[in-house]
């Protein structure tokens, strides 16, 4: 085994967005396990920037703080190398973790979650935001046969598998919104949507009120801002509205990322029409991993569903596809295959 790795730190904290100055890939000392932990050999960590842009920016209740001289966090999928006799995790078994970003990684051994031996034909699509907008859709906003569905982000890595299963669920209606009339060509033909609103074209509802004149039942928000206004605007009665992320605030120039700016819409809309505004993160329902690891491989298999995402050969390469992801040039999960394997858009 060999006895460094490398890893990627954050080296001075950015005034706006961060960039690849921000950021170096260095090479450390293979890292000691202690009590309780076991070493895993990265395979592949997810690039999300919208996170990273939070951490960097202060933190919040859910995501840590980073600083200067940090090892940057994020989900990963890798190998255990080395486990005590007294751990549940064995040697050579796979398994997920949110110490990405690097090569090597020591992790208390509750922090690993293992992935078994024949769950989802590709380990890499364990990388997937699917637990996050199947979680959204099934236990928050309850999406029922015929629902008009309205996702803001609809390219992202969570919008990209939103679309797909509010489809398979019974969804009648899909809408989602984007910034590329690219991205918004491949959501109508390859992953659910019945329209792709254009961010930037013409306001947000002027669109939504064209793509959806009945309104909508469904909102899955990553973005937050004009395009949740715009939701709430539309919204049916008993229209239930779940927020997920705040990209508008995350990816801003402006601001630190850890917080949003306020959104302005009629409250009085809320009671009249009985509408329901929920925020949601899928860690506080554990009972939706395994539900959705089960149905994502099944339909992954039958061909019911893709996983849209780009992989990036060699953790040398990860801050400049961040600053790509940063700028929107990738559709879908972008994940870094540590040991160098690149593939083009799946």
């Not at 706006?16 to 260095?26: C, I, M, N, R, S």
């Not at 937050?224 to 008993?238: H, I, K, M, N």
Request: glycine share 12%; charged share 20%.
């Amino acid at each position: 085994m060999t006895r460094t790795s490398r890893e990627v730190r954050l080296v001075s904290k950015p005034a706006g967005l961060p960039g690849p100055a921000h950021f170096v890939v260095t090479e450390t000392p293979l890292p000691v396990p202690k009590d309780g932990e076991v070493l895993v050999r990265n395979h592949y960590f997810q690039v999300f920037p919208a996170m990273l842009r939070t951490m960097i920016g202060g933190g919040t209740e859910v995501h840590p703080a980073l600083f200067p001289g940090d090892t940057l966090l994020g989900p990963a999928v890798g190998e255990v190398v080395s486990a005590p006799g007294t751990s549940p995790l064995r040697t050579g078994e796979l398994v997920s973790h949110w110490l990405g970003w690097r090569e090597y990684a020591a992790v208390p051994a509750e922090a690993c979650t293992p992935l078994g031996d024949d769950t989802l034909p590709d380990p890499v699509a364990h990388l997937s935001q699917g637990w996050t907008a199947y979680g959204a859709l099934t236990r928050a906003a309850k999406v029922r046969p015929g629902d008009t569905v309205f996702v803001t982000g609809g390219a992202t890595a969570v919008g990209v598998l939103a679309g797909q299963i509010a489809r398979l669920l019974g969804a009648g209606r899909v809408i989602g919104t984007t910034g590329s009339p690219e991205k918004a060509a491949r959501m109508v033909a390859e992953f659910g949507y019945d329209a792709a609103l254009l961010r930037g074209a013409e306001p947000i509802a002027d669109q939504l009120a064209k793509a959806a004149p009945e309104g909508i039942d469904v909102l899955l928000d990553t973005v937050g801002g004009d395009q949740l206004e715009a939701a709430v605007a539309a919204a049916r009665p008993e229209a239930r509205l779940v927020l997920v992320g705040v990209l508008a605030a995350q990816l801003s120039p402006e601001g630190t990322g850890a917080t949003a700016p306020p959104v302005t819409f009629d409250a009085s809309l809320l009671i009249l029409r009985r509408i329901q505004l929920l925020g949601f993160t899928a860690q506080d329902h554990p009972d939706a991993l395994p539900e959705w690891i089960e149905r994502f491989d099944g339909w992954l298999r039958s061909g019911a569903i893709t996983f849209p995402h780009v992989r990036v050969a060699g953790i040398e390469h990860a801050t400049r596809v961040l600053q790509e992801t940063i700028d929107g040039r990738h559709l879908g999960t972008v994940v870094v295959d540590v040991n160098g394997r690149a593939d083009a858009d799946r």
